[in-house]
C-alpha cells in the first residue's frame, strides 16, 4: 500500500525567504514518482515538480527544489525566495508503477508567506 | 488552450436527490480520475477509467457511480446512497500510462453543499 505522510499542518515564511515542506513516504514499489502541488484558495490543483524514484539528481524547477532523500523515504519541497503569491496548500503525493496510475495524497500543509 | 473542464462550479444539492457533476478534457488524455477532497483533507480516489467504456472503483465509491461513453467526458453521479456529500470534488487526467513521471492535470473542481 502506497501512503503519504505531511507532517506540518501549517508553515509560516517570511517573503524573500526559503521555506521547506516535509514529506515522507511509503510504498512497496520498486519503481514510483513524486509530485508535488500547490492549492490556492480558488481550488485548483497546480503541478510544481516532479521526481522519479530512479532518479540520480534531485529535481528543481525555478524557485522549486525537491529534496530527495530515498534511504529515508523523504521527498521535501524547497521554496526559495517566498512570495505573497506562494501562500496555498501544498500536497505531496505519490503515484506507483502498478495499478491504476493514481495518486496517493498527504493531508497538506498550509503555506503563509508574511509581508 | 487544451485542458479540463468541471461544471458547475458549485451545486447544491436536496435530500434524496441525484446530481451529476460534468467533466471534460481536450487534452486527448486516455485516463481519467474523480477524487473528493474534504476540509483539512487530502484527495482521495472515487473512480477512475483508462479506457473508454471501462472503468474502475477506487477507495471510496460507494453512492458514487460514473460513465465512459467518450473519451472527453467522465461524468460523476452523486446518489441519494451518498449520505455525506458534502466536499470538493475534483476530475483529473493523464496521458496514456506509461511514466510514473506524466503529472495528472486537474480541473477547476466543483464544490457541492447540501442544502
Known amino acids: 500500500a502506497q501512503k503519504i505522510t505531511q507532517t506540518q499542518p501549517g508553515m509560516f515564511v517570511q517573503e524573500k525567504e526559503a521555506v521547506t515542506l516535509d514529506c515522507t513516504y511509503d510504498?512497496?514499489?520498486?519503481?514510483?514518482?513524486l509530485f508535488w502541488y500547490k492549492q490556492p484558495s480558488s481550488g485548483e490543483m497546480i503541478f510544481l515538480i516532479y521526481q522519479g524514484s530512479y532518479d540520480q539528481q534531485n529535481a528543481t524547477e525555478g524557485r522549486y527544489s525537491l529534496n530527495f532523500q530515498k534511504a529515508r523515504k523523504s521527498a521535501n519541497l524547497v521554496i526559495s525566495a517566498s512570495q505573497l503569491g506562494d501562500s496555498a496548500m501544498y500536497f505531496c503525493?505519490?503515484?506507483?508503477?502498478?495499478?491504476?496510475?493514481?495518486?496517493?495524497f498527504g493531508t497538506g500543509t498550509r503555506l503563509t508567506v508574511i509581508p | 488552450d487544451g485542458g479540463i473542464t468541471q461544471s458547475p462550479k458549485y451545486l447544491f444539492r436536496k435530500e434524496g436527490q441525484n446530481v451529476t457533476l460534468s467533466c471534460e478534457q481536450n487534452?486527448?488524455?486516455?485516463?481519467m480520475y474523480w477524487y473528493r477532497q474534504d476540509p483539512g483533507q487530502g484527495l482521495r480516489l472515487i473512480y477512475y477509467?483508462?479506457?473508454?467504456?471501462?472503468?474502475q472503483k477506487g477507495d471510496i465509491a460507494e453512492g458514487y457511480s460514473v460513465s465512459r461513453e467518450k473519451k472527453e467526458s467522465f461524468p460523476l453521479t452523486v446518489t441519494s446512497a451518498q449520505k455525506n456529500p458534502t466536499a470538493f470534488y475534483l476530475c483529473?487526467?493523464?496521458?496514456?500510462?506509461?511514466?510514473?513521471?506524466?503529472?495528472?492535470?486537474f480541473g477547476d473542481g466543483t464544490r457541492l453543499s447540501i442544502l
Open positions: 503525493a505519490m503515484r506507483g508503477s502498478t495499478g491504476a496510475n493514481n495518486l496517493f
Open positions: 477509467s483508462q479506457i473508454v467504456n471501462d472503468f
Open positions: 510504498t512497496s514499489d520498486p519503481s514510483y514518482g
Open positions: 487534452l486527448n488524455h486516455d485516463a
Open positions: 483529473a487526467s493523464t496521458p496514456p500510462p506509461g511514466e510514473v513521471g506524466q503529472p495528472q492535470h
